[in-house]
């Protein structure tokens, strides 16, 4: 543990192996798969911030509107001395709108870049004083205890509807993970992308700027880096669409050529116009996340959505 004024990082990445086995065997499946979870090193976290700036990306614009609009009242259901631990903190913007009013304990931001991790936590602590941070790289995916002791009550937040990521039935296994975690006297601030209409979604998914485009690729960059791999990246090409059925963005990158890959060992053949699946967006209805909630193990909900119910901020607890 390193040691910087209030601000503690943890390094609690999984060794590479376990991650190298993860991606071959997602690269191995028809059709092949990638965990979102891998566009996040240190250059993917830096383009996701540059995707949320994209005038198409209205989530992350709506999501902190909302949080702007409503942080007297999230701060009153929340109430007073807890742990405050964020899922996927990023960059931290999102908790900068509600740290003054909320004034946690503790701030317990989780995040698998590790890299991007401590400079955040850094920039933070450095930006409230006040504020005692215990940073932890991890993958949230995985079974994990946080790092440091104390007996307060903990309160989580999961913004940018990342919850998306997973499918219906992991979103809700993972909520009921967060209700765990922050027990009877607990709650989740969750942001969630809504469905709307699909011309929206893939405008947000398929910005002019290219700024997705290249986030997407990153991935290959990332595992040729990291795990030896060498894909050809010119040779791929970003997709990103909504699938109405499964109401959710997909994201795929297609081989352009018919190409070999070696990746760990493994020579991995392409044809052209074979995808890799990166990464399911889900977005839902105000309906289906209570029942979400609900059956996760959160009794009350409270919720904020813009005029347009483009996105939506609950509140989560017992
Ligand atoms: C879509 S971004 C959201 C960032 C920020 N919370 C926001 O709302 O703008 C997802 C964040 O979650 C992190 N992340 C993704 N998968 C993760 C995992 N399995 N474990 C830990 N962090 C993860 C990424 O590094 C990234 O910072």
Not at 120 to 145: I, K, M, N, S, Y
Not at 171 to 194: C, K, T, Y
Not at 262 to 276: P, R, V
Request: charged share 25%.
């Amino acid at each position: 543990m390193n040691s910087l004024s209030t601000v503690h990082f943890y390094d609690r990445s999984v060794e590479i192996d376990d991650h190298g086995d993860e991606i071959l065997t997602g690269l191995l499946e028809k059709p092949r798969t990638l965990s979102p979870k891998f566009f996040y090193d240190e250059k993917g976290s830096e383009l996701f911030t540059e995707i949320t700036r994209q005038p198409e990306y209205y989530l992350t614009r709506v999501e902190t509107a909302l949080l702007r609009k409503h942080v007297d009242e999230i701060s009153e259901l929340i109430g007073e001395d807890f742990i405050l631990v964020e899922y996927g903190s990023g960059s931290s913007e999102k908790i900068r709108i509600l740290l003054d009013s909320l004034k946690p304990a503790i701030y317990a931001p989780l995040d698998i870049s590790g890299e991007y991790l401590a400079q955040a936590a850094q920039a933070l602590g450095r930006e409230f004083p006040w504020l005692e941070v215990h940073a932890t790289c991890v993958d949230f995916t995985g079974e994990f205890e946080l790092p440091f002791t104390s007996t307060k009550r903990r309160v989580s937040f999961f913004p940018g509807s990342s919850i998306g990521n997973f499918d219906r039935s992991e979103a809700q296994s993972f909520l009921g993970r967060i209700r765990n975690l922050v027990g009877d006297a607990g709650g989740l601030l969750l942001g969630v992308d809504m469905k709307k209409d699909p011309r929206i979604l893939n405008e947000a998914y398929n910005d002019r700027q290219g700024v997705t485009a290249a986030f997407n690729l990153n991935i290959l960059v990332h595992l040729n880096r990291e795990y030896g791999a060498d894909f050809n990246v010119e040779s791929f090409r970003h997709e990103a669409r909504y699938n109405e059925e499964e109401g959710c963005i997909q994201m795929f990158l297609k081989s352009e050529q018919d190409q070999r890959v070696n990746l760990m060992g493994t020579c991995l053949e392409f044809t052209q116009g074979e995808k890799i699946h990166t990464e399911n967006s889900h977005k839902y209805t105000v309906a289906e996340v209570e029942e979400m909630a609900n059956e996760a193990g959160f009794s009350k909900i409270r919720t904020w959505q813009d005029d347009q119910g483009l996105f939506g901020l609950f509140y989560l607890s017992n």
